[in-house]
């Protein structure tokens, strides 16, 4: 029912061209997976995701598990048939809101206890409730309950916490009881290449058909995030997919694509159309700078998704201003376009052997002015 | 380039069926008018409307003078192309928002002076100011300006003001100097048929080309809104336009039509969906009720809008309670199907001469609720 696999691999890096196919569809990668936190990607419906390509779309089941609970959407058949999207999902592990969202949270062996962000009722949440909280939601792709260590933390703090990771690891396996769901570890291990090693290592031996590259992108310098991504990337087995968590900037995805990462997923397309900075290929686009009052041309000119073809820099401009809904939809669908059309380049440049020359455009262009 | 003609007239009422011709196409009265206040309908982009079926919107002269302004919409090429929406567009005159939105105002015999509900600024709108705004937005149909009189008023008061409000209808005829433009004059008189008579029979000898019923829905009972509403209707020629202003629930818009009246505007569909109060063939859906937790149904068995064919009670539930934007976009589309879907029933039935039990289905199944 899962099946991944490298068609090509770029001749002047890591870079591959693979196929992931899940019970729900195929996804080319390396892809990038919007974020949908609620069971929506926010401001957009699924019609708007299928016209936009995207092939699979994240969900939060720290999010869902609260509101409007796993077993809910159990009951009425699923995320897929209750948000009526039909093509891949992943559910994250809940184990990064935990962290980032929750209050008033202690992990011991067992698990972690945390008050709701929503209404501070307690939870308790286990590696085999992380399991068992996804197998309800029924996503194509699961992830195994991880501690993601904040950054910076002292090497025995990781040391302890990577292992405790890797019992939790093992405690999801043994607790996955669908067959038709497909679960992947997450590589935690702090900005220590040796607990990384450790930890690719154990995950290859419990037998997991993909691997997530997590705790990177929490607060630390560039380089050394990539200095981690890149080594955890390299002793990870080419014949399973690779997913980097959270990341990033288009540039970032280059970046990781180049090392041989296989999925992302990030919120910076969404959050920043919200925000009204748009992606394009001349730069960012802050649509409520006045320069943009009379400007009719759209936000991208090369750019041919429903909002560049239909709207106007100064219509989107006046929207923005008037903190009118539209435009949230309307930005959220331009910076998803130009993300996923990022992701069909560099799957084409690594199909044509030219992957090279996209990074160049991306990079020398306008890649300082992404972040 | 403008054209109204009536098709056929109802048996059992003075319901009529007709059709208005503008240039940016026809509209099938009695019509419902959606209203996008900003040069949007709140959380719908234009492709939407034309998927509903809409056939005419309005936007607020008030709210685009101040914001982008009407010049700048001229320099780019009118609302239509500005928001792209190639189908009629109503303008109001923007009298009605200065009374209700804007702050400080004075009124004088030259116009009304106000303060800007945005940013406190101080403008001067007079008869011509608001045809000349009209005509730098360029909709298809523009509004005389008129001072709305509130409820309850003197008759002295109504008086003076219905004779100034016919003073500048004339002061914005003569304004007028586009001819693809139709400028419909607005019968006041507070709630005295006397002083309504006297304002109906003046705007026609004007030789306006279209009539609108303009202060009611301010406060008064409803048994003096339809009494106006009625002797007002009545008095209007019949080869024009009938356009009752604000107007109103699904029962107001049944009661109207059946007074003659062929068009209709009202935030009552848009502003509720927002609110998540649901229109549906068995009355008033509110969905954050908690009895559609686990409701799979859509919001109305018998809706085919897109909501009602894509998603569940309990999803849209689930949306509205975690405030998702996506909640606003599939309300809207809802209650505005149920609005125009009205609309069409309407038509139909009088084409049909079945009228009469189309208003007893609406009534007496749920026409109590629907208010």
Known sequence: MFKFGVLKTDKSSKARLGRLLTPHGEISTPAFIPVGTQGTVKALCSKDLVDLDAEIILSNTYHLYLRPGDELIKELGGLHKFMNWERPILTDSGGFQVYSLA?????????????????????????????????????????????????PAEYDYCKKSTEMTLRWAERCLKAQKRDDQVLFGIVQGGMYNDLRKICAEE?????????????????????????????????????????????????????????????????????QARNGSLFAST?????????????????????????????????????FMAKEILSLRLNTIHNLHFYLNLMKRIRQAIENDSLESLVKEYKEIYGKVMC
């Open 103 to 151: 209050q008033f949270r202690r992990i011991n062996e067992e698990g972690v206890m945390f008050q709701s962000h929503i209404d501070g009722s307690s939870h308790f949440i286990t590696p085999e409730k992380a399991v068992e909280i996804q197998e309800f939601l029924g996503a194509d792709i699961i992830m195994a309950f991880d501690e993601c260590i904040p950054y």
């Open 203 to 271: 995950l290859c031996n419990l037998g997991f058909s993909g691997f997530a590259i997590g705790g990177l992108s929490v607060g630390e310098p560039k380089e050394i995030m990539w200095d981690i991504a890149d080594y955890t990337a390299s002793i990870l087995p080419e014949d399973k997919p690779k997913y980097l968590m959270g990341v990033g900037t288009p540039e970032d995805i280059i970046d990781g694509a180049m090392r041989g990462i296989d999925m992302f997923d990030c919120i910076i397309p969404t959050r």
């Open 283 to 319: 730069g960012k686009v802050v649509i409520k700078n006045s320069k943009y009052t009379r400007d009719e041309n759209p936000v991208d000119p090369e750019c041919d998704c429903y909002t560049c073809r239909n709207y106007s820099r100064a219509y989107l401009r006046h929207l």
